[in-house]
């Protein structure tokens, strides 16, 4: 039997075939010795084939091949350095949620995830939620990042997952498509979803007041049906966002206006460092590339995988 996945819990999979049944599956151990540094060898999103077992109460799968996957996004593993997190996969677009305090996203946070995003392929808008509760401003600060991202060709919406402004903009953008909700915990994705389709009813929780941190409502990954012909994916909160398998040389690439750039370059494999008559250097004097870009840039290159503000000499704040 074929089937797409729809919710992993890391030991058990649901899975929906084309017929709209939905199984309980586990994985062969040999997903396991295939060489996949991965936490979770099945993602949210896979197609996989199943094979029935006998069973006296409901019928339980096991899955024994995952399709090709179209795309996936991808992150290092929190705990397992080497190993690494598949967040789901077969992806027509993702909504990054964006929130300036309670809890704040950080650049270097949206510069890795949109990197990754770029080395698969998947389309990404970015959401500012909760522009109900900033001050004139703070609705400055979103203004001004909307506009930075803008300009490279990011489509960006201001919106508030608890009023419900905007919302109809994101509904139209996800139909008929495969889409997925990410940001950190207390972003606002659960919250999102139920503003979109009411019917889920999603758990959502408080910011914690003591850390000023989202508090983990989603536990698991799990794909749901709209009813305007559309599939969501809500994901856990994620905290830190460790970029995987990127060359140096490549990271560049990654990063659309520097990629524009590369071609004008004195060395083909110009890291847009310390090299002479770099096109990406030049732009940035001149100001037509942002500063801010560059400093996530340089910190990728570096392999810094840490989450914290930079401030406007290019130094990292405490």
Known sequence: MKGTVYKSTGSWYSVK????????????????????????????????????????????GTISRIEERRNYIIRKSVNLSKQ?????SNLDVVFLLITLNNPTTYTIFIDRFLATAEAYDIPVVLLFNKIDTYS??????????AALYREIGYTCIGISATTGKNVDEVKKLMKGKTSMFAGHSGAGKST?????????????????????????????????DLDFGARIIDTPGIKGFGVVDMEKDEIGDYFPEFFKLKVDCKFNNCLHLDEPNCAVKNALEEETV??????SYVQMVAGDDHTYRIDEHGKKED
């Open 136 to 145: 004139d401003d703070e609705l400055m600060e979103i203004k001004f990042l």
């Open 192 to 224: 999102l979803v139920n503003a979109i389709s009411p019917e889920l009813d999603l758990k959502t929780a408080e910011i914690s007041d003591q850390h000023l941190q989202g508090m983990h409502t989603t536990t698991f990954a799990e794909m749901y």
């Open 17 to 60: 075939t084309e017929n709209g049944d939905f199984y309980e599956c586990r994985i062969k151990g040999k997903f396991r010795i295939k060489g996949i540094k991965s936490t979770n060898p099945v993602a949210v999103g896979d197609v996989v084939e199943f094979e029935l077992e006998e069973s006296d109460e409901d019928a339980v």
């Open 290 to 295: 942002s500063w801010i870009r560059y400093r």
């Open 84 to 88: 690494t997190h598949i967040i789901a």
